[in-house]
């Protein structure tokens, strides 16, 4: 059975910074792109970053690019996002997801971490 | 970049009634469109991919059409465990990004 679990999730100040991790089971975690997607309070999802199955590509939404970090370690099938400068606007919750081997769709999500960003 | 416009944004049902929510892409799409269901506190689910095709293991009461630009996922004979937010999703290839509709939430009487 597929398992994605994140955790890190928490209250950090606006400019903190935060580390997420997905913990992957159930399938052969290295032959997947994952995403990270997230929802704030009352909106709809956003996609916020990709990974290529070996770390080679990334890709992020603009609103994050150059603060967020998407990472990979295959040995411990286990994703991650490094979340810096963090802004109230970053208030979500964020899913680990994976990416569909035959369509690159997403085909299974975790339960969500609760990210907010409040002084 | 294509836009999802997905509606209704809430929806009320009775049991044994029959829903259509829809997604409609800023531009031609192909069959690029998939739906998920997520309930309060649990991972969302993948219901139907390729705008038509049934996720194995999922019920046929669910079930989609579409292609291009408009699109439809379709509940029959809808159950009190339908009770949950819907949500479209399409993706890019290059680069590879997503792309998400508003969401519909469904409440059942």
């Known amino acids: 059975e597929v398992q994605l679990v994140e955790s890190g999730g928490g209250l950090v100040q606006p400019g903190g910074s935060l580390r997420l991790s997905c913990a992957a089971s159930?399938?052969?975690?290295?032959?997947?792109?994952m995403s990270w997607v997230r929802q704030a309070p009352g909106k709809g999802l956003e996609w916020v970053a990709n990974?290529?199955?070996?770390?080679?590509?990334?890709y992020y939404v603009d609103s994050v690019k150059g603060r967020f970090t998407i990472s990979r370690d295959n040995a411990k099938n286990s994703l991650y996002l490094q979340m810096n400068s963090l802004r109230a606007e970053d208030t979500a919750v964020y899913y680990c997801?994976?990416?569909?081997?035959?369509?690159?769709?997403?085909?299974?999500w975790g339960q969500g971490t609760l990210v907010t960003v409040s002084s | 970049e294509t836009t999802l416009t997905q509606s209704p944004a809430f929806m009320s049902a009775t049991p044994g009634d029959k829903v259509n929510i829809s997604c409609k892409a800023s531009?031609?799409?192909?069959?690029?469109m998939n739906w998920y269901q997520q309930k309060p506190g649990e991972a969302a689910i993948f219901i139907i991919q390729?705008?038509?095709t049934l996720v194995p293991g999922i019920s046929p009461r669910f079930s989609g059409s579409g292609y291009g630009t408009d699109f439809t996922l379709t509940i029959n004979n809808i159950e009190s465990e339908d009770a949950a937010y819907y949500f479209c999703?399409?993706?890019?290839?290059?680069?590879?990004?997503?792309?998400f509709g508003q969401g519909t939430k469904l409440e059942i009487k």
């Open positions: 997801a994976r990416v569909g081997a035959v369509t690159p769709t997403i085909d299974y």
């Open positions: 159930g399938f052969t975690f290295s032959s997947y792109w």
């Open positions: 990974i290529k199955q070996d770390g080679s590509e990334k």
């Open positions: 531009q031609d799409i192909d069959d690029d």
């Open positions: 390729e705008a038509t």
């Open positions: 999703l399409q993706h890019d290839n290059f680069p590879l990004t997503y792309t």
